[in-house]
Each structure stands twice: as structure tokens, then as C-alpha cells.
């Protein structure tokens, strides 16, 4: 008699402590807001942001890739001033492949700055752009990838503790490439995977076993591939 009554005191007690919390949080849900910033131009046809601090600063920029072919406009970082504001110097324009799809960033060749890499359907290859540390981007270095990239991400695929790039391609055929990076900024020769009606790509550890996998848009579905931590 006593334990079940124990059991309802505690029910209910938990029921208005979830009550009061819920309210709680829809008190807190209410004040939460967004003010808006002046827009930002960028060079024509904007495609894709990825976000890294790119000066060092300990603040968050972005980069930008713009799907067109004119002269060093594929590529744009946005300095973070710590204001909101990315305006003269702290917006950069650089050169990739022209016509780029998608964009990643990290640290390929282990100088600890953050570099940048794109993907472009115009050339079927991949960029390299290593940065400084201050802001800036070396010209691209570029590797060929299959036919019409798409997406591009990266990871430590074979957990040898340097970054690699994995390119899709949804041309003829379709499939991804994976590039194994020696931390110096170079890449073996890319592990092909053929995957019919591929298009997007990103890289997670999505099954808890510690080994990156990746996973894939595939006409109206998703399809993960699950990696073994090697090559």
C-alpha cells in the first residue's frame, strides 16, 4: 500500500515538474531571436558556404563558391570582423576550377591552417586551395575526378590521422572517389565506388563504431556506406 502510493506522489510530482519545465522552456523558446545583417554581395551566382576560421582569429568566417568562369571570382572568403560586418578587406575573392559545385574545408597538408577544396563539373576535377593562416588562399592545385562532380566532403577514411576527399560524380558512369591524403597536401590515387544515380555526399561516423563512413543522395533516397576505418 505504501509503495504504490510512494509510486504515485512520485508520478505526479514528475508530471508537474515536466509541466513546469515545458513551460519553462516555451518561456525561454519565446525570447530567443534573430536580427538580421545588411546583405553580403558576392561575385555571380553563389552555390554553396562552408564556415572555418581561416585568419586564426578564434572567429568563425565563411567561404563561398560561385558557380561561374570569371577571373579569380570562384572562390570568396568572409572575414569575421566579431561585428557581423564582411566588407573591404575582410571579403577575398580567389580562383578555383571554373563552374564549382561544392566546397569543404580542412587542414590538408598539417601547417594548421584551413584550406579549402571545390569540386567543378566544368573541368571534372577537384581543387586544392591551401591557406596562410591570414586569410588567403594559394592557387588551386588540381586533381582529376570523375565525370560531372557534384558533392565533395572529407574525413579520415582510413584513420591514418590525414585528411581525404571524397568526390561524387553523377556522369557517366556514376560513382565516388576517394582520395587518400598523405598530409602534405597531395592525394594517391583515388578508391572508386560505383553508385548508380549518385549525387550529394557527406561524412559522419553514423553506426558508433569509430570508422568514418559516408553517406549519399540517391534519386529520392539516402544510402550509407559503412567503412572499416582502412583502405
Request: charged share 15%; glycine share 10%.
Given at each position: 500500500?505504501?509503495?504504490?502510493?510512494?509510486?504515485?506522489?512520485?508520478?505526479?510530482?514528475?508530471?508537474?515538474?515536466?509541466?513546469?519545465?515545458?513551460?519553462?522552456?516555451?518561456?525561454?523558446?519565446a525570447?530567443?531571436?534573430?536580427?538580421?545583417?545588411?546583405?553580403?554581395?558576392?561575385?555571380?551566382?553563389?552555390?554553396?558556404?562552408?564556415?572555418?576560421?581561416?585568419?586564426?582569429?578564434?572567429?568563425?568566417?565563411?567561404?563561398?563558391?560561385?558557380?561561374?568562369?570569371?577571373?579569380?571570382q570562384?572562390?570568396?572568403?568572409?572575414?569575421?570582423?566579431?561585428?557581423?560586418?564582411f566588407?573591404?578587406?575582410?571579403?577575398?575573392?580567389?580562383?578555383?576550377?571554373?563552374?564549382?559545385?561544392?566546397?569543404?574545408?580542412?587542414?590538408?597538408?598539417?601547417?594548421?591552417?584551413?584550406?579549402?577544396?571545390?569540386?567543378?563539373?566544368?573541368?571534372?576535377?577537384?581543387?586544392?586551395?591551401?591557406?596562410?593562416?591570414?586569410?588567403?588562399?594559394?592557387?588551386?592545385?588540381?586533381?582529376?575526378?570523375?565525370?560531372?562532380?557534384?558533392?565533395?566532403?572529407?574525413?579520415?577514411?582510413?584513420?591514418?590521422?590525414?585528411?581525404?576527399?571524397?568526390?561524387?560524380?553523377?556522369?557517366?558512369?556514376?560513382?565516388?572517389?576517394?582520395?587518400?591524403?598523405?598530409?602534405?597536401?597531395?592525394?594517391?590515387?583515388?578508391t572508386?565506388?560505383?553508385?548508380?544515380?549518385?549525387?550529394?555526399?557527406?561524412?559522419?561516423?553514423?553506426?558508433?563504431?569509430?570508422?568514418?563512413?559516408?553517406?549519399?543522395?540517391?534519386s529520392?533516397?539516402?544510402?550509407?556506406?559503412?567503412?572499416?576505418g582502412?583502405?
Amino acid at each position: 500500500m505504501w509503495k504504490a502510493h510512494t509510486q504515485s506522489v512520485v508520478f505526479l510530482l514528475k508530471k508537474l515538474a515536466f509541466v513546469f519545465l515545458s513551460c519553462l522552456g516555451l518561456q525561454l523558446h519565446a525570447q530567443v531571436t534573430f536580427q538580421g545583417t545588411p546583405n553580403i554581395s558576392l561575385p555571380s551566382t553563389p552555390q554553396e558556404l562552408a564556415k572555418g576560421d581561416f585568419n586564426n582569429d578564434g572567429r568563425i568566417d565563411f567561404v563561398s563558391i560561385q558557380f561561374n568562369a570569371f577571373a579569380n571570382q570562384q572562390v570568396t572568403i568572409l572575414l569575421n570582423t566579431g561585428t557581423g560586418t564582411f566588407t573591404g578587406a575582410n571579403k577575398r575573392n580567389f580562383a578555383s576550377a571554373t563552374n564549382p559545385t561544392d566546397i569543404a574545408v580542412g587542414d590538408f597538408n598539417e601547417d594548421g591552417n584551413l584550406d579549402v577544396v571545390t569540386c567543378s563539373q566544368s573541368n571534372d576535377n577537384f581543387s586544392l586551395l591551401l591557406g596562410d593562416g591570414a586569410g588567403n588562399l594559394a592557387a588551386p592545385v588540381n586533381f582529376a575526378a570523375g565525370d560531372l562532380p557534384q558533392g565533395i566532403a572529407v574525413g579520415d577514411m582510413n584513420k591514418d590521422g590525414n585528411l581525404d576527399v571524397l568526390v561524387s560524380n553523377r556522369g557517366t558512369p556514376d560513382d565516388v572517389y576517394i582520395y587518400f591524403g598523405n598530409g602534405a597536401g597531395n592525394f594517391v590515387a583515388p578508391t572508386i565506388i560505383t553508385i548508380v544515380n549518385v549525387w550529394d555526399i557527406t561524412v559522419a561516423d553514423f553506426n558508433g563504431d569509430t570508422n568514418p563512413d559516408f553517406a549519399v543522395y540517391v534519386s529520392n533516397t539516402v544510402q550509407v556506406w559503412f567503412g572499416d576505418g582502412t583502405e
